[in-house]
Structure formats: structure tokens, C-alpha cells
């Protein structure tokens, strides 16, 4: 009698995450969950089942894990998501479920970006300057109030979903837009829109990179947020790292818990 798919969780809301999902779909030696966690109204559809929402913590998601029969859990996030990786591998290790994470890798300096790396949005903030300036954030619309209390300067804020009142400023244009964006692109509407500086977490990945090659061609100097810290977990590049990872150890017949 041939074994049961192996029931996975992908937390997902990133491109390894989709692509992963996708690399699911019609394999019938897994049976995935894609998650997310409900930031945007409108996510992409999914090529696998998908839940929205979250799970309580850590000991919620450990519940889920459990009453669902997960077998294995993807950890795809964002590389800014810290809490909910935390999250994740104490989950694992309440619900003896093996964890992997996609760590894509970070964007290295290259020979003209002029870079100033900052630890979090508060000190990006500050390293705008006392002297006004046209500035383009790029880092969603979660941690934009961060920059509320630089409101001399003027801003342009991309983002899925619409900023509201999160950025009380007197010069504040918005653009929705969901990537992947080109260089050429970037450095079109940079030039339309004046831009004199660009925000940006780095997030890697080719998806969004076209800003940096931008503001690189242009000489514009990017305010570069580092990555938090996560926890220690065994990790892979991207999505198809993850999917030799599943067929070596969370195959039916192959499965090994921590």
C-alpha cells in the first residue's frame, strides 16, 4: 500500500516560498500548506492550499503543527520577518517537527554603490540629514512612520498596499506597485520623480535589486538597512535547495525528526 504524502508548512510571502509551492504542486509524495500572514489584501494565488493569518506564537504555531500532522515546516519568509523565524523554530522544537529555512543571500556592496548601512528604521531616519531631500523608500509600508519625525524631507513611497495616514508628512507621494522592478525602470522614475537618496532594506534577491543597480548608475547614495538577527537553523539559498532538502529527508519512508 503506497505511503501518505508528507504534510508540509510553508511560511511563505516570498518568491523562494511561491516558487517552492509551485515545485509542489504536483508532487505526489508531499502534500504543502502554503501560509501567510495577511499583510496584503490581495496575495497571488497559490498553486498549493494556503491559510491567512496568524498562528498565536510560537506555542500556537507548535499547536497547528501538531493537530494538523505537519511533518515538516518550510521557514520562506521575508528576511526582515525575525519574529515570526523565532517563532518558527521554537514551534519546530515544541512540536519535534524538522525545520528548514530559505535564506536567500544579502546584496554585497560593488564598486560605486555609496552605501550608508544603518541597523533599523530609526537610525536609517536619522541618516537622511538635517537638510531636506527627496527621498525613496522601498520598504513596504509597515515601518514607514519611522520617518515621521523627519518631515522636512520630501517622499516617495512605494508599496503593495496603500501607506494611509502612517507617513504625517507635508510632501508625501505614493506609488502601489508590486514587483519584480528593472533597473531601467528604477532609474526612469528616479529621475522623473528627482530622487536624491534611496531607503531600502536589504532584503537580496533579483526581484527588487534593480533599485541598487539604479541608484549605483546614478550615483545616489542608498541608506542600506542590515538584516536582523535569526535564530540558528539549518538553511538553504533558495527554493530549489529546499526541494533536494524535502526528497532527501521529509519523503514518506525518508522522514527523520529532530
Do not use: C
Request: glycine share 8%; aromatic share 4%.
Amino acid at each position: 500500500m503506497p505511503e501518505s504524502p508528507t504534510r508540509l508548512l510553508i511560511l511563505g510571502g516570498t518568491t523562494e516560498a511561491t516558487a517552492l509551492a509551485r515545485a509542489l504542486a504536483d508532487d505526489p509524495a508531499f502534500a504543502p500548506v502554503l501560509s501567510l500572514a495577511g499583510r496584503t489584501s490581495a496575495p497571488m494565488a497559490s498553486p498549493v492550499p494556503m491559510r491567512v493569518g496568524g498562528f498565536g506564537g510560537a506555542e500556537g504555531l507548535a499547536r497547528f503543527l501538531r493537530e494538523e500532522g505537519i511533518a515538516a515546516l518550510i521557514d520562506a519568509t521575508h528576511p526582515f520577518a525575525a519574529r515570526i523565524s523565532a517563532n518558527a523554530a521554537r514551534a519546530a522544537e515544541l512540536a519535534q517537527v524538522p525545520l528548514l529555512a530559505i535564506r536567500r543571500p544579502a546584496w554585497e556592496r560593488e564598486a560605486g554603490d555609496a552605501w550608508i548601512e544603518v541597523d533599523d528604521m530609526a537610525a536609517a531616519a536619522g541618516a537622511l540629514g538635517p537638510v531636506p531631500r527627496v527621498v525613496f523608500l522601498t520598504i513596504g509600508r509597515q515601518e514607514v512612520s519611522a520617518f515621521a519625525g523627519a518631515p522636512h524631507h520630501a517622499y516617495v513611497v512605494r508599496s503593495i498596499e496603500p501607506v494611509g495616514d502612517a507617513l504625517p508628512v507635508p510632501r508625501l507621494t505614493t506609488i502601489a506597485a508590486r514587483g519584480p522592478f528593472d533597473a531601467e525602470a528604477e532609474a526612469a522614475l528616479m529621475r522623473e520623480a528627482g530622487i536624491e537618496v534611496v531607503v531600502s532594506k536589504n532584503a537580496g534577491g533579483a526581484a527588487t535589486h534593480g533599485k541598487i543597480v539604479a541608484a549605483r548608475r546614478l550615483g545616489l547614495p542608498v541608506v542600506m538597512v542590515r538584516r536582523p538577527a535569526k535564530p540558528y537553523v539549518p538553511s538553504v539559498a533558495d527554493a530549489a535547495g529546499a526541494l533536494a532538502w524535502l526528497r532527501d529527508h521529509a519523503a514518506p519512508g525518508t522522514l527523520r525528526r529532530v
